[in-house]
């Protein structure tokens, strides 16, 4: 992709339709950023002030236990969008890391500028309401799948959610998302191959 705006723009005309005037004010606020592997886009303690879609590559938002074990929250590949949204909407520090697993591009939109663009672009109103109810709708069911499934129902669940994610990652990092340990990850993945 040579302009990396068309594919945000893509993902975008999914759910409004913008003037050429509206799509050059959209484009004059985002910020392109590019993050090496395991370079963090958030730190922990850090204000989220920004909005984030991912335009090519992974990351994962992730806590730290009083342990020190880490828990990853969730992945964000393509076509995402990921923040530390309490700390976003509450300006208080972050709870989550959010780091690249692959070397990562990015389009950050500030809180400002994102109120300014409720402001301009009334459309992005709907468009971030339907994001943050889907993401709502996510949440909740990754925490029912979590206190209701069986661990191969949790494997299942989240091949299903990320078809291609699973070869892109190590074993420990998936584990880690489902809650379980590489060693019960890979066991289910042998009972799945002999199905």
Known sequence: MSDPHEFI?????????????????????LRHRKLRKRQYLLQAGDVSLYENFVVKGCLRAYTVDNDGTEHIVM??????????LYSFLTGTPATQNIDALEDTEVFSIEKKDLEKLYQ?????????????????????????????????????SFITK????????????VASYLGLTPETLSRIRKQQAKK
């Open 120 to 156: 301009q672009v009334p459309e992005f109103n709907r468009m971030f309401r339907i994001l943050l109810q889907n993401a709502f709708v996510a949440q909740q069911q990754r925490i029912i799948g979590s206190i209701s499934q069986t661990a191969e129902e949790q494997y299942h």
């Open 162 to 173: 990320y078809p291609t994610l699973e070869q892109r990652l190590p074993q420990n990092q």
């Open 9 to 29: 723009l893509q993902h975008i005309s999914r759910h409004i339709v913008l003037s050429e005037q509206d799509i050059q004010f959209f484009k004059s606020v």
């Open 75 to 84: 992945f964000a590949v393509e076509g995402w969008w990921v923040s530390d």
